[in-house]
């Protein structure tokens, strides 16, 4: 890419943080953390036993024509499509992996030189180019679709945004070549994850830390800027077997992009299903009305819609299809991506469900065709 302008990250004028302690602290110090409403269920004994020795027995067949039902293709970042400079470019790269670029046009400065060519801040969420999410690379769960890139094939990334520590989110081999480009990006993540990203190599200067509802200004010279805040999810996190039997010591989340506005749900729960209580007499999360209260709704909401069965292990921090249409509603969205499927099996639902479904939930719910929709791997939107 031939810009070579570096963007800048402080302190945004307006702050959602609030003044008290937050009640997702599990102590005093804020150095552990919890989700804090009725809709969270924490695993049981019997949970970790079925994730730990039973899971991988109940994982579902790949059909035998998943290259057709799940296109993957070779990105375009949108360069081919008649976009204007007020459009946002969402491409799906797998899982929950996704490269926004903000419009170019958005400006708060126009003394500054303008990006040549003309682009907006380029975000990337979750990175994963690997063949498996997994501490190593010779067992832990394996793509079934293939990478439709490798970090190399990237145009010039201004951040790259983490909403948890787990590794289908944050993958170490990705973030290490992310950083080893000719322009390093700068990297942000929930509480608690400094440790984690120094020893993976993100330098001090560019490392950015944040509790929920904290905001960083990225600001591209040339105009564009954006606010990014860290917000609320229902999940949890760990990357150590041990991690499981402890308070979490670093922080879930998900993510609020503005000028125009963008929702990054990550990886969250919505609802914890009870056995013998009906759906509907279950308590939602209600940090979606909240988050959308606070911004006023959103413009594009990516919400993840896969790895939901069996309800019992995966409602407290997965949300189904029937969940992200909720998610949605709350947030105030006008469209919506699916994302975390069709890459990695992590629940029993079949490969090819969760689009199906939240199809299906859309409509039931009244929304618009195509309001909450999903696309290809490599695939770019524009919105
Ligand atoms: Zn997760």
């Known amino acids: ?97 996704v490269l926004l670029e903000m419009p170019a046009r958005t400006s708060i400065n126009s003394e500054d030189p303008l990006p040549n060519p003309p682009r907006g801040i380029r975000i990337l969420f979750d990175p994963i180019f690997s063949e498996r999410c997994s501490p190593v690379q010779f067992a832990g769960p394996k793509r079934i679709t293939p990478s439709p890139c490798q970090v190399p094939d990237l145009p010039e990334i201004d951040a790259v945004v983490f909403s948890h520590d787990h590794f289908d989110h944050l993958d170490a081999n990705t973030l290490r070549a992310l950083l080893a480009r000719p322009h390093p990006p700068h990297v942000f993540a929930p509480a608690g994850n400094a440790p984690t990203l120094h020893a993976l190599g993100v330098p001090a200067a560019r490392c950015h830390i944040l509790d929920w509802w904290e905001s ?12 990014l805040t860290c917000t609320p999810a229902q999940h949890n996190s760990g990357r150590a077997f041990s991690d499981r039997f402890f308070d979490a010591r670093t922080l879930w989340a998900s993510w609020a992009v503005e000028e125009v506005i963008a929702y990054f749900g990550g990886d969250t729960g919505y609802r914890a299903t009870r056995d013998g209580v009906p759906e509907a007499d279950t308590p939602s999360c209600p940090a979606f009305a909240e988050i959308g209260a606070r911004f006023g709704g959103f413009d594009v909401a990516f919400l993840p819609i896969g790895a939901y069965k069996a309800p019992r292990f995966m409602s407290p921090v997965h949300c189904s299809p029937r969940d992200s249409v909720q998610v949605f509603r709350a947030l105030g969205a006008k469209r919506a991506l699916g994302i975390h499927w069709g890459t990695f099996i992590l629940g029993e639902e079949g490969i090819m469900d969760p689009p199906r479904e939240v199809k299906e939930e859309a409509a039931e719910a009244g929304l618009e065709e195509d309001a909450f929709t999903t696309c290809g791997i490599g695939e770019t939107l524009l919105f």
């Open 216 to 227: 960083r200004r990225l600001d591209l010279p040339g105009g564009p800027a954006v606010d």
């Open 1 to 97: 890419m031939a810009s070579s302008l570096r963007v800048k990250v402080t302190a945004p004028f307006r702050s959602h943080a609030a003044k008290e302690r937050p009640a997702h602290w599990a102590n005093e110090q804020g150095t552990t953390f919890k989700n804090p409403w009725p809709s969270f269920r924490a695993h049981d004994w019997q949970d970790q036993y079925y994730i730990v020795f039973q899971w991988s027995k109940r994982i579902p067949k790949i059909p035998d024509d998943i290259a057709t039902l799940l296109p993957v293709a070779k990105p375009t970042w949108g360069l081919d499509a008649d976009a204007s400079r007020d459009s946002m470019k969402v491409t799906w790269l797998g899982h929950a992996t």
